[in-house]
């Protein structure tokens, strides 16, 4: 299932809004400002962000020069009342995907959505199945290229989240318990204390 950050500061547009990706088939967790948003962002790591503009405390802009110093390549969309050229120059300076005015249909966000995930999909390692989330590709893609070595939670962190961010043991044996559902038949992971993981 597609993981997807929405940060709105307006609670009743953004219950709207997950409901909206909720049917479409997306896991939705919700962020009242950009300093949530990003706190959610290093913990979760999501499949795609959706940030507005205009928030309270870290503003969408903000939020996405954050998230793009830890990530490079997540798609970020900003879904915004501000419509102007300059608005949407900035955004798309600051490394979001794409911009979308909040007056566009449900319809087209969905599409608009569907083609940055499309463009993620290109980028992902060694041909994880479709099923897994970016972040459980990146993982498995890590343990495949050890070629049936262990490979430690420090391993993981940096090929998760980069420099700079760590990523606590208990999220890294969630993604992996939920990678182990997809993974394809005839590959197990194995888990080993002191060494940490490898694909057998």
Known sequence: MIS?????DELALAKSLAQTLEAAGMDVRLALNGEIALGHFKRERPDLVLLDVMMPVMDGYETCAEIRKLDRDVPVIFLTALDSD???IRGLEVGADDYVVKTTSDEVLLARIRKALERMARLRPLKAPESMT???????????SAANGFVSYDEIRRAVCGEGYTLDEHAIRVHISNMRKKLPAGESVDAKRGFGFRLS
């Open 86 to 88: 300059a608005d949407q």
């Open 4 to 8: 997807v950050l929405l940060a709105e």
């Open 134 to 144: 970016r972040t459980e590709a990146t993982i498995y893609g890590l343990l495949k």
